[in-house]
Structure formats: C-alpha cells, structure tokens
C-alpha cells in the first residue's frame, strides 16, 4: 500500500508553546488530507480536511486558529498546535488519500504531551 | 444511531476465530473499513469492502455486511497472538470518514 510518514511520532512541549506535525505522502499525491485525533477509549475524531491548495475545512468545535492547518504541495500537510495547554495533549494521526485510491493511508500518529 | 459502535474488548485463545461486530450510521456510506491499530503505531488497513457486496474474504480474513441492519463484522480466524491490537471500523461517505472507538483484542495462549 501507499506509505504515509508522519513526524514526529513523539514530542513534548511546555505549556504555551507551538508545536509543528509533518504529514508526507511518499508515493502518491495526495488530493485530500485528513487531521484526527484520538483521545483514550473514544474513537478517532476528525479535526479537520484539507485539499492542496486551499483552506483546510474544520469539524464543529474544533478551533482553527489554534489548530493552523497548511496543505502547500501534494506530498505535505502540516498540523501546528499553537499555544499549547495540557488539554491538547492527545494522538493525532494525519491520514491522505489520493485522487484515484478508494481509501486513506494513515501515517504512524504522534504523541503529543504538553506539560 | 449518529456513532459507529464497536464493543470495547474482546478476548479469545490462540487458534480459535474472533469474531468483531460494528453497527454503522448511514445506509449511503459508499465503503466499509477495518483498520488495525497496534501499540503506538498509527492504523494499518487491514481490508475494506464496498458496500454493494455481502461478504469479502481474504486469507484469514472475512468480512460480513449487512446492509439493512447497517451491520459490519470482521471475522479472523485462527486468531494468533500477533492479532492482539485494536481494531477500528469505519464507514466513508465522500471526503468523510467516521470511525468506531476500537475493539480490543487480546489473544491468550
């Protein structure tokens, strides 16, 4: 299958900092980037959906100025947590899909911890 | 229901078939999913089926669709110890996709 890197798979920062996760398709172009997070024994949220391009989409509640969301090029989307309290802590994982796949490839999430 | 619901744990001994269930929301989502999730790992899919099919199998793989019911199971059988994660179904409709909160497998010896 498709391979998707995210990076980094763990990071943790102090309260009131920025913090930048990578998504890259390695082997395809990615039309459509997808921003989960997954908090513990409740499913996989969508935060929000990007199309290279243009502005990214957020679901209900989710604050985008706090959750920047950049798709620059078919092989890069970027997810900046800004200010970051402990409440964020959390697993975000970035998921792609390409213009002719019938599913989205997951990349390896990251632990974020905010202390 | 508005959530994709999946029990929480299952646990079953090496060799014998698991058997995990999902209800879904929408009768219009165009494809089912499983993932798998493994310890700090991100989500591997496992297989998917569309939703104009009853069954799809591979290898040890088998998954049932009932589409009145908007009822999805994975079945694995000779389950091994290597299965143990959790396991995710999910249902797309267009751009979006929704996702269960995960079963866990636990396989015992």
């Known amino acids: 299958g498709a391979v998707v890197s995210q990076h980094p798979s763990r990071v943790i920062c102090k309260s009131g900092t920025s913090v930048k996760i990578e998504c890259r398709s390695l082997?395809?172009?990615?039309?459509?980037m997808f921003w989960y997070r997954q908090f513990p024994k409740k499913s996989l949220m969508l935060m929000a959906t990007?199309?290279?391009?243009?502005?990214?989409?957020?679901e209900q509640g989710v604050e985008k100025d706090k959750f920047l969301i950049n798709h620059a090029s078919l092989t890069l989307s970027t997810l900046t947590v800004t200010s970051a309290h402990p409440e964020d802590s959390s697993f975000y994982i970035c998921s792609a899909r390409g213009q002719s796949n019938t599913e989205a490839f997951f990349g390896q999430g990251t632990r974020l911890t905010v202390v | 229901g508005e959530d994709v619901e999946q029990s929480l744990f299952l646990s079953v001994r090496e060799g014998d078939s698991s058997v995990i269930n999902c209800t879904y929301t929408?009768?219009?989502?165009?494809?089912l999913y499983w993932y798998k999730q493994e310890p700090g790992a991100g989500l591997q899919l496992l297989t998917y089926?569309?939703?104009?099919?009853d069954m799809k199998q591979d290898q040890r793989l088998t998954v049932l669709l009932n589409k009145k019911d908007k009822h999805l199971s994975l079945r694995i059988a000779d389950t091994q110890t290597g299965d143990s994660a959790i396991y995710f179904c999910?249902?797309?409709?267009?751009?979006?996709?929704?996702f269960g909160a995960g079963t866990r497998l636990t396989v015992k010896p």
């Open positions: 999910a249902e797309s409709m267009g751009n979006d996709m929704r």
């Open positions: 990007s199309n290279e391009g243009s502005k990214a989409t957020y």
């Open positions: 089926i569309f939703s104009n099919m």
């Open positions: 082997d395809f172009q990615a039309t459509t």
């Open positions: 929408d009768s219009s989502s165009t494809y």
